[in-house]
């Protein structure tokens, strides 16, 4: 028959149930824990209204419990960020490229007949037939206008071969020359010339590189004017082409387009630079900031490995890399060949292409470059922060004297010479890092600070709860393993006392609660009686 199992506490008599249900796994588990108030609600001497009270009030915190889990999981999974900024210093600081590009994209003085022949009506000098632009021509003076007539002249010319006069040797010879621009330059106090320029191609032609090799960059060890980059240029106005109508190719500006930019990433000037006038010192004080951006699922950045070639023809992936890159990509699939400024290895086009397809083929790719091209922010990104002031020269005291100099006239220093200072503000640079403001370790303290706050449990209390199912489920596992054993012989006789575990294997009880109540913390008592038939022999 079943045993009879008494508790030592509160003199409560439990008998196992007769099956292992769900509510009596439930109940099991709540007596085997130690969340505070569950004994109120299990325990049978309570009365109902006590009871009942106390479990709203364990299914109130355990319903806020919940919500709060809740509501902190989805703030996980929504991947929150923050900024954080920061200013440190260093002891040098590298000194940026500085790219210089004459908006003026070739020198008019200097067109040769082929150039003209070849390019005139790229440049809106001629026509198709190689005739001169009547409307050109009214804007020229005397002297221009004749000397261009003769020019026009193709009167026993051999035109040139088509790859005698390609797209890149006519942008390199008649370019504005650093040679000729650069009228004074100093670095950190010290002269510099011509060739610490690196000729770069852009669209707007032949432009020139200061500092640009990222192998062996230039260093800074102090801020302020005159620890920078200070330069003299002439922009040559008197060789600009003249302006009869209105393009996308048109510029009405005169003065020098500057970037300032990383070493890791090219010029991409014509959107990025901003303006210097002739006539005025301009003076750029520069802070350099390292951004730091996270990558999916917290951000959208692109993160560089280490020894992989994102672009072709490029060492380190940048946005205006990509842009550069996206809009070759569509230069050549409709044109067949690539333009001056656009990296790679395929065949530059010719000036006929450059006026049929390539210009507005590029138009189209600017255009719709935000469908069209997929370029993500780089993770790690330098960039300078700028403050641009300018006062005007020359002044009148010094007019002359720049005049009788460099010998020219007055007017000539007032309308072609400009003076450019980049330098540091002072040796620090601005740190501003993207940052996971959620994490799992923030869930499971949030999630453990409400357990404790709502219902009184910590982690321990759920690995108690595991444990319960363990010893559950090996009891019944046990138990199905014994049914699978022949039946033992009971001895008949008097009162036998066993042992717990001789018991278990004698008597194979109907359920597993009476085994399993040391997590309550109860002492157990248990008598074996003789059943009834068993006559006594004292």
């Known amino acids: 028959m079943p045993l009879p199992l008494a508790c030592c506490q509160d003199g409560e008599v439990l008998t196992p149930p007769q099956d292992s249900s769900a509510p009596q ?58 900024t954080r900024a ?23 003085l200097h067109l040769t007949k082929p150039d003209l022949y070849s390019v005139g009506e790229w440049l809106g000098l001629a026509r198709e037939n190689h005739s001169l632009v009547p409307e050109m021509l009214a804007v020229l003076g005397e002297d221009q206008r004749a000397w261009l007539t003769r020019l026009a002249n193709y009167s026993r010319f051999l035109p040139p071969r088509r790859s005698e006069r390609t797209m890149q040797s006519f942008f390199h010879r008649l370019g504005h020359q650093i040679e000729d621009m650069l009228v004074e330059c100093r670095f950190q106090g010290e002269r510099c010339g011509p060739q610490h320029f690196t000729p770069v191609y852009t669209r707007y032609g032949k432009c020139y590189t200061f500092n640009g090799d990222r192998r062996n960059p230039r260093v800074t060890r102090q801020g302020g004017m005159g620890n920078g980059l200070e330069i003299m240029l002439d922009i040559q106005q008197e060789e600009y082409l003249p302006i009869w109508r209105e393009t ?20 991409y000037i014509h959107q990025l630079g901003f303006g210097v006038s002739p006539g005025f010192q301009t003076f750029v004080s520069c802070q350099e900031q390292r951004l730091t951006y996270l990558p999916q699922p917290w951000g959208n950045c692109r993160a560089s490995m280490q020894g992989e070639q994102m672009l ?31 990296p790679g290895n395929e065949s530059i086009c010719s000036p006929n292409v450059y006026i049929e397809c390539a210009d507005h083929t590029l138009d189209a ?17 330098t960039r300078y922060g700028k403050e641009i002031s300018m006062v005007r020269i020359p002044n009148k005291g010094s007019a002359r004297y720049l005049a009788r100099k460099y010998n020219k006239n007055e007017t000539y220093i007032r309308e072609n010479f400009l003076v450019l200072d980049i330098f540091f503000e002072a040796l620090n640079y601005e740190a501003i890092e993207q940052k996971k403001a959620y994490d799992l370790a923030g869930l499971l303290g949030d999630i453990g600070g409400q357990m404790g706050l709502f219902i009184g449990a910590s982690i321990l209390t759920i690995l108690e709860i595991l444990d319960y199912i363990y010893e559950v489920i090996r ?31 004698q008597v194979p009880l109907q359920g597993w609660t009476a085994w399993r109540l040391r997590g309550q913390g109860l002492g157990t008592c248990l008598q074996l009686r003789q059943g009834e038939g068993t006559s006594s022999q004292d």
């Open 25 to 82: 796994l439930v109940v099991g588990i709540l007596r085997a824990t130690r969340i505070p108030g569950l004994h109120y609600m299990c325990t049978r001497p309570q009365s109902r209204l006590r009871r009942l009270l106390w479990s709203l009030a364990f299914l109130a915190s355990a319903g806020l419990l919940a919500t709060g889990a809740a509501d902190r999981l989805h703030h996980l999974l929504s991947r929150p960020v923050h």
């Open 475 to 505: 009891d019944k596992v046990s138990r199905v393993l014994r049914r699978s054993r022949p039946p033992l012989k009971k001895p008949s006789g008097s009162i036998a006392t066993l042992g717990l575990e001789e018991m278990k294997d």
């Open 248 to 267: 996308n190719e048109t510029s009405f500006e005169a003065g020098i387009r500057v970037q300032i930019h990383s070493q890791d990433e090219p010029p």
């Open 86 to 108: 920061r200013l440190a210093w260093a002891p040098q600081l590298r000194f940026p490229a500085v790219t210089l590009c004459n908006p003026n994209r070739a020198r008019f």
């Open 312 to 342: 072709p023809g490029y060492d380190t992936y940048s946005i205006a890399a990509c842009r550069l890159q996206c809009e070759k990509e569509a230069v050549v699939q409709s044109c067949h060949c690539r333009m001056v400024h656009m």
């Open 365 to 381: 790719a600017v255009e719709d470059s935000h469908e069209r091209c997929s370029c993500p922010t780089p993770c790690n990104l």
